[in-house]
């Protein structure tokens, strides 16, 4: 038995009392750290713009005051040793929820913007590494400003990796295969969390800094270099920039760009062998070779369906826009809602597929799709033979019944979010190509779709794009099970009460 | 006896010949044969509508037709023992062969087609052998008579086979009408009629005519309609097909008793057949049994209600009229049926409502109707087996080591049979992904691409954007009709036995070289 994978197992109703109080004590701790990191940021981005002193003052100030107020508080909270990955789940829900909050404050007090509304929906954005911004004149912005709305998406994309190998169980069912995040064959063997979050960061922080590195060595400035590695690495998008990686018009830089973006697309655990050297884990993933493949064969298309349209130049452009889309990046090209009727639905299928599982970004994702793909050739093979027993594989590696029960769920959750997605933004008032492509493109956490119009948005709009942005970012079982246990909970809550009452007069 | 001399013959000098042993070409032949007599009727009013001359051809076709159908059923026999692996590419052959010489009359007829549009016409005759409703066909009023009888009954006869498929082949997919009746039926009743396929498929066959001939009597007796409109429409109602011989369709007629008659008689084509038998037999609790049933009359209930509020609320139209206009259009969709109701002073051109009107019809033709009935689509019970499976993965997700059965009307579904529900909703994905990105590809706008995918893979007929109701597939590129003509057949083969057959066919074209 693979205890520790399944903590709900070893969970008898005499431990609920305690879990519960656990859970609120991981909730509040992971907050706290939550807001000392988004500190250090705050600091480092007030540093960084040092330059024009008021904005720069405003976010030092937020940046030292909240870590040091949730410096001093985290002494006190105790942690869990054995939290389970529900409570790993809704500890990450607030630490989010306390990042977007202290960034909304960011934008607000350094006069980014004046309205809240748009200060939130930047900081969900961000934090969900999905390219939708709201705010007006990116150019005049303050650079300590800018680098902070970078740094957002940064944190943004170590944070889901994190979770992915913190409330590890919950995710199992989405990447099919357990353990890979791991970078190891199964969970009793995986290394402890903490493990793993250093194996993350190394390869996340080595991979930035090569990032910004070449980003500089091709002609970028530095805030521009660090500013860019930390969206592309992040799988997010925001640009300094208005009008994405044309602005440069370099092709050093889009080259750098696709690279790193097409890098951003492959899963960690993968990116740590070859990290360590051992690069015969490259040549063995199946899930590699595919997302490759597919790669190629998105901008061959691509290239074909716009050759019309600038020749050769077509091939580099589609090359950057393929890897942007397919990694779920989002640095979308000038005019793309120009591109021919083929091309644009190629890329919103690619944007529906999205990268390796085990990356900070979004979309089906590739070994979900292989593994769907294979299900059903094996329903239909046990059409022919009935009698045979099929196993579904990926690659060499044998994929277990009860999370392919999970995927399929997966799979029809995902379809139904995405017309449910159309329908509201059609609601709100998008045309029918409009919304579907954008529907698709927040549920992938890309942000820009083809055919969109994603300039100013509306109410209606930010808030139908917003809920998908989260469901993408978050997956879909642990915020349905977070929720089902919000109403459970509430109604034994309410049951209590109403059992209490009278007890309470007497 | 046969088995013996059958192992003799392989060390005997002289070959058998094995293409003589054949059950596709037998069931093919006799299928073809079928054809004969509507050819010959159509025929018959073409020539007596005098007004047009197309009865050369549909008599010419008449035989060609009656010719190759004899030389298959006679020339070839069915093997000694069918596997079931076996019925796949039969079920795959015959829809494309009954196409192929469906099509015949309308390449002979240079006004009609000719062969110079041979696309065009083979694109006409899938549609209609599929009960699709989708046309090419631009001027239709000022086509002969009998033709036009002809186009009405290719869907007719796609009707017909949709009957058989059901009880034959689907119960093999274990997706029919079967194993859901085993399930949800407490006694030992089935979806078997009679002890012997062909038994349950005549009956069935029984209850499509009569429903037929009902349609038509009632359509009749509605002030406007001729007796040859009433038959023409009764045709293509019964097989929720969609085709008129008027350009106008329904709008024809501007009629409420028409529409009336026909969405009843859609909804009726769209539930399932078996049902109908028992309920003329008196037990008329079998459609309340039958709980994706009731659920398709739920749906088709709440979406008139929605449709009428947005068309109401949101386009400004009177609320009696919003109610008719989003009557008919739901069930025309949602049966995929496929008529239109276009007129003066109506909202019927459904391709300029607003979009979450438009994306609520997409949701409709991509559920369709009920089990075992001429409707296309996915089918309302693999809806709801898919929202049953997916609402259980929630709570796997949060219980790992739970089990959790999916239920249908109180009754447990067999996994096995979930499993390929859930198989098949990929199958759906690949072939509406592929098939947008072809068609697309080929130039047309994604609404019209989407929703003319969609409507192929459901056999609905018209689709949203460019190619609504009041305009036709012609907007699509001549490739891409080809395309979404084989995407009907898909559809129509609901999908596992296109991809069966394909897998069969291939295996056994790979043995043979």
């Given at each position: 038995m693979r205890a520790p994978a399944d903590p709900p197992a070893r969970r008898g109703t005499a431990g609920r009392r305690t879990r519960s109080r656990a859970s609120t004590d991981l909730a509040l701790w992971a907050s706290l750290w939550a807001s000392v990191v988004c500190g250090l940021g705050l600091v480092l981005s007030g540093l960084v713009g040092l330059g024009d002193l008021a904005p720069a003052a405003a976010l030092l100030g937020l940046g030292v005051g909240c870590s040091?107020?949730?410096?001093?508080?985290?002494?006190?909270?105790?942690?869990?040793?054995?939290?389970?990955?529900?409570?790993?789940?809704?500890?990450?829900?607030?630490?989010?929820?306390?990042?977007?909050?202290?960034?909304?404050?960011?934008?607000?007090?350094?006069?980014a913007t004046g309205s809240l509304p748009d200060a939130i929906f930047e900081s969900i954005a961000g934090f969900c590494t999905t390219n939708l911004s709201v705010l007006p004149q990116l150019e005049s912005l303050p650079a300590a400003v800018l680098f902070w709305r970078a740094l957002t998406q940064w944190l943004g994309g170590f944070a889901a990796l994190a979770l992915l190998a913190g409330a590890f169980p919950l995710y199992v069912p989405a990447l099919v295969l357990p353990g890979d995040i791991a970078g190891l064959p199964d969970r009793a063997s995986a290394p402890p969390f903490g493990t793993q979050l250093r194996r993350i960061a190394v390869v996340y922080g080595t991979v930035s800094a090569l990032c910004a590195a070449s980003y500089a060595i091709a002609g970028m400035g530095a805030l521009d270099a660090f500013s860019y590695s930390f969206t592309t690495i992040s799988?997010?998008?925001?640009?300094?920039?208005?009008?994405?990686?044309?602005?440069?018009?370099?092709?050093?830089?889009?080259?750098?760009?696709?690279?790193?973006?097409?890098?951003?697309?492959?899963?960690?655990?993968?990116?740590?062998?070859?990290?360590?050297?051992?690069?015969?884990?490259?040549?063995?993933?199946?899930?590699?070779?595919?997302?490759?493949?597919?790669?190629?064969?998105?901008?061959?298309?691509?290239?074909?369906l716009t050759w019309s349209d600038g020749g050769p130049a077509a091939l580099r452009r589609a090359a950057v826009t393929v890897t942007a889309v397919s990694s779920s990046t989002g640095f979308e090209p000038a005019g793309w809602s120009g591109w021919s009727w083929g091309a644009q639905a190629v890329l919103v299928a690619?944007?529906?597929?999205?990268?390796?599982?085990?990356?900070?970004?979004?979309?089906?994702?590739?070994?979900?799709?292989?593994?769907?793909?294979r299900y059903a050739y094996r329903e239909l093979v046990t059409e022919i033979h009935p009698h045979t027993v099929h196993v579904v594989k990926i690659g060499r590696r044998s994929v277990a019944e009860r999370p392919l029960a999970l995927l399929n769920g997966y799979q029809i959750l995902f379809a139904t979010a995405v017309l449910a997605g159309v329908f509201g933004l059609s609601l709100a008032g998008m045309d029918l190509w409009g919304g579907a492509s954008a529907s698709i493109s927040a549920l992938a956490t890309m942000g820009p779709a083809p055919g969109a119009d994603l300039g100013a948005l509306e109410g209606g709009e930010r808030i139908v794009l917003a809920v998908m942005m989260v469901l993408g970012r978050l997956s879909f079982f642990p915020l349905l099970v977070l929720a089902r246990g919000a109403v459970t909970g509430t109604r034994r809550l309410l049951s209590a009460e109403r059992a209490n009452g009278p007890r309470m007069h007497s | 006896?046969?088995?013996?001399?059958?192992?003799?013959?392989?060390?005997?000098?002289?070959?058998?010949?094995?293409?003589?042993?054949?059950?596709?070409?037998h069931v093919v032949g006799l299928a073809l044969?079928?054809?004969?007599?509507?050819?010959?009727?159509?025929?018959?009013?073409?020539?007596?509508?005098?007004?047009?001359?197309?009865?050369?051809?549909?008599?010419?076709?008449?035989?060609?037709?009656?010719?190759?159908?004899?030389?298959?059923?006679?020339?070839?026999?069915?093997?000694?023992?069918?596997?079931?692996?076996?019925?796949?590419?039969?079920?795959?052959?015959?829809?494309?062969?009954?196409?192929?010489?469906?099509?015949?009359?309308?390449?002979?007829?240079?006004?009609?087609?000719?062969?110079?549009?041979?696309?065009?016409?083979?694109?006409?005759?899938?549609?209609?052998?599929?009960?699709?409703?989708?046309?090419?066909?631009?001027?239709?009023?000022?086509?002969?008579?009998?033709?036009?009888?002809?186009?009405?009954?290719?869907?007719?006869?796609?009707?017909?086979?949709?009957?058989?498929?059901?009880?034959?082949?689907?119960?093999?997919?274990?997706?029919?009408?079967?194993?859901?009746?085993?399930?949800?039926?407490?006694?030992?009743?089935?979806?078997?009629?009679?002890?012997?396929?062909?038994?349950?498929?005549?009956?069935?066959?029984?209850?499509?005519?009569?429903?037929?001939?009902?349609?038509?009597?009632?359509?009749?007796?509605?002030?406007?309609?001729?007796?040859?409109?009433?038959?023409?429409?009764?045709?293509?109602?019964?097989?929720t097909g969609g085709f008129s011989p008027y350009g106008g369709s329904i709008g024809h007629f501007e009629s409420l008793g028409a529409e009336l008659v026909m969405a009843t008689g859609m909804i009726a084509g769209a539930m399932s057949f078996s049902l109908h038998y028992r309920a003329l037999r008196g037990d008329w609790?079998?459609?309340?049994?039958?709980?994706?049933?009731?659920?398709?009359?739920?749906?088709?209930?709440?979406?008139?209600?929605?449709?009428?509020?947005?068309?109401?609320?949101?386009?400004?139209?009177?609320?009696?009229?919003?109610?008719?206009?989003?009557?008919?259009?739901?069930?025309?969709?949602?049966?995929?049926?496929?008529?239109?109701?276009?007129?003066?002073?109506?909202?019927?051109?459904?391709a300029a409502w607003t979009p979450p009107t438009q994306v609520?019809?997409?949701?409709?033709?991509?559920?369709?109707?009920?089990?075992?009935?001429t409707s296309g689509g996915m089918k309302v019970f693999r809806a709801q087996i898919s929202a049953a499976h997916a609402l259980r993965t929630v709570r796997l997700a949060r219980r790992p080591r739970s089990v959790v059965p999916v239920k249908l009307g109180g009754a447990v579904i067999p996994e096995p049979v979930v499993g390929r529900v859930l198989g098949f909703g990929t199958l759906y994905i690949i072939s509406f992904g592929v098939g947008t990105l072809i068609v697309t590809s080929l130039g047309a706008d994604p609404v019209t691409a989407v929703s003319g995918v969609i409507s192929a893979l459901s056999n609905m007929g018209p689709a949203l954007g460019e190619a609504g109701p009041s305009s036709n597939f012609t907007v699509f590129a001549r490739p891409a009709r080809l395309v979404l003509a084989g995407l009907m057949i898909v559809g129509r083969l609901e999908i596992t036995a296109v991809f069966l057959g394909a897998a069969v066919i291939l295996r056994h074209l790979h043995r043979r070289l």
């Open positions: 040091a107020v949730a410096g001093l508080c985290v002494r006190r909270v105790r942690v869990p040793s054995h939290p389970s990955p529900m409570a790993i789940f809704a500890a990450a829900c607030s630490a989010w929820s306390m990042m977007i909050l202290i960034s909304t404050a960011a934008y607000l007090l350094t006069g799988t997010g998008g925001f640009g300094n920039h208005p009008g994405g990686l044309e602005y440069f018009d370099s092709t050093a830089i889009e080259s750098v760009a696709t690279v790193f973006m097409a890098l951003a697309g492959v899963s960690v655990v993968t990116l740590w062998w070859a990290v360590r050297g051992r690069w015969g884990v490259l040549w063995q993933s199946f899930e590699l070779r595919a997302y490759l493949l597919v790669l190629a064969v998105g901008i061959a298309a691509v290239a074909a690619l944007i529906a597929t999205g990268g390796m599982a085990g990356t900070a970004g979004g979309g089906f994702q590739m070994r979900r799709a292989i593994a769907a793909a | 006896m046969r088995r013996a001399l059958r192992g003799a013959s392989e060390f005997s000098l002289v070959p058998r010949a094995p293409h003589r042993q054949n059950l596709s070409l044969l079928f054809l004969v007599p509507g050819l010959i009727i159509a025929t018959l009013v073409e020539w007596a509508s005098a007004t047009s001359d197309g009865e050369w051809p549909l008599l010419l076709a008449a035989l060609i037709t009656a010719a190759v159908g004899v030389i298959l059923f006679r020339g070839f026999r069915p093997p000694d023992d069918v596997r079931p692996s076996d019925v796949f590419p039969v079920v795959v052959w015959t829809w494309l062969w009954c196409s192929v010489l469906g099509a015949l009359p309308y390449v002979l007829d240079a006004g009609f087609f000719g062969w110079s549009q041979w696309d065009s016409a083979l694109f006409e005759s899938i549609s209609g052998f599929t009960a699709s409703g989708s046309t090419v066909l631009v001027d239709i009023d000022a086509h002969g008579r009998g033709m036009l009888l002809w186009r009405q009954l290719t869907q007719w006869y796609g009707g017909m086979g949709m009957v058989v498929l059901a009880v034959s082949v689907l119960p093999l997919l274990g997706v029919g009408g079967q194993e859901l009746m085993r399930a949800e039926t407490p006694g030992p009743e089935s979806d078997r009629l009679a002890p012997r396929i062909s038994g349950t498929a005549k009956r069935l066959w029984l209850v499509y005519a009569g429903l037929t001939v009902v349609i038509a009597v009632a359509l009749f007796a509605v002030p406007g309609v001729g007796l040859y409109d009433a038959v023409a429409h009764a045709l293509t109602v019964a097989g609790r079998a459609y309340r049994r039958a709980s994706d049933q009731m659920l398709f009359l739920k749906i088709i209930a709440f979406a008139t209600a929605l449709i009428t509020l947005l068309l109401w609320l949101r386009q400004g139209a009177s609320f009696g009229l919003s109610l008719r206009d989003a009557f008919f259009n739901v069930v025309t969709l949602a049966t995929s049926g496929g008529f239109h109701n276009i007129r003066p002073g109506g909202l019927g051109d459904f609520v019809l997409g949701v409709l033709m991509l559920i369709g109707g009920g089990a075992g009935s």
